[in-house]
């Protein structure tokens, strides 16, 4: 685990399964129908409960790319979900980096607004839509360190799914944290 502090905020990587986080809100890798899908996805559904989760992802109808909606967490140990649609990767030239960097703002704004103090993101957008990894993690830690100087999070944390990620997420943190 890598953990930084940018005043009174925590940053931290580290190696899990995110539905086993205990914290106010964890985000998921969601798609524009909010459907449910695999990957962490459907991690969430599952440790959530499938039906009460659809039912709610239902009513708010659906997401575009770039931006986030808010549901409870029901079984799990977060009391929110935030649902993120990151993009799909295609060949970097159509708007990939400000739509990944749009998902993690907007998740950021909503979460603030819903009164989450600790919040923990899966590596969006790398696993099944593609982004390249080094890339989106440069994305990922600066829109941390930006959240971070709000001043309006406690813990933030980049929740990776090898150490493999969690060591790019951890090299992108501290040389981002400090140049
Ligand atoms: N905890 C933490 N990270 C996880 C977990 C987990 N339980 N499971 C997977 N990951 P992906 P995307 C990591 O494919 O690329 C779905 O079908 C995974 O290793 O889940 O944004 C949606 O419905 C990778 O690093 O999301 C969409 O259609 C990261 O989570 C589409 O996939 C993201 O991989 C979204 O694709």
Same mark, same amino acid.
């Not at 998921?28 to 499938?50: S, Y």
């Not at 929110?80 to 400000?98: C, L, N, Q």
């Given at each position: 685990?890598?953990?930084?502090?940018?005043?009174?905020?925590?940053?931290?990587?580290?190696?899990?399964?995110?539905?086993?986080?205990?914290?106010?809100?964890?985000?998921?890798?969601?798609?524009?129908?909010?459907?449910?899908?695999?990957?962490?996805?459907?991690?969430?559904?599952?440790?959530?409960?499938?039906?009460?989760?659809?039912?709610?992802?239902?009513?708010?109808?659906?997401?575009?790319?770039?931006?986030?909606?808010?549901?409870?967490?029901?079984?799990?140990?977060?009391?929110?979900?935030?649902?993120?649609?990151?993009?799909?990767?295609?060949?970097?030239?159509?708007?990939?980096?400000?739509?990944?960097? +749009?998902? #993690?703002?907007?998740?950021?704004?909503? @979460? &603030?607004?819903?009164? !989450?103090?600790?919040?923990?993101?899966? /590596?969006? $957008?790398? +696993?099944? #839509?593609?982004?390249?990894?080094?890339? @989106? &993690?440069?994305?990922? !830690?600066?829109?941390?360190?930006?959240? /971070?100087? $709000?001043?309006?999070?406690?813990?933030?944390?980049?929740?990776?799914?090898?150490?493999?990620?969690?060591?790019?997420?951890?090299?992108?943190?501290?040389?981002?944290?400090?140049?």
């Amino acid at each position: 685990m890598t953990t930084i502090r940018r005043g009174d905020t925590a940053i931290e990587v580290i190696t899990a399964d995110i539905t086993t986080l205990e914290v106010d809100a964890v985000v998921n890798a969601a798609n524009q129908q909010l459907k449910g899908g695999g990957g962490v996805d459907g991690a969430i559904h599952r440790a959530a409960g499938k039906a009460r989760l659809q039912e709610a992802c239902r009513t708010i109808g659906g997401c575009p790319t770039g931006e986030a909606r808010i549901t409870e967490g029901f079984d799990l140990p977060a009391r929110s979900i935030v649902h993120a649609v990151g993009p799909r990767w295609k060949d970097g030239t159509k708007g990939e980096d400000d739509l990944l960097a +749009g998902a #993690y703002r907007h998740s950021f704004t909503l @979460a &603030a607004e819903h009164g !989450v103090r600790s919040i923990a993101f899966p /590596a969006i $957008s790398t +696993g099944i #839509y593609g982004f390249p990894k080094e890339r @989106a &993690a440069t994305i990922a !830690v600066l829109q941390c360190l930006a959240a /971070a100087d $709000s001043g309006k999070f406690e813990r933030i944390v980049l929740c990776c799914f090898s150490s493999e990620d969690a060591e790019i997420h951890a090299s992108a943190l501290t040389r981002e944290a400090t140049s």
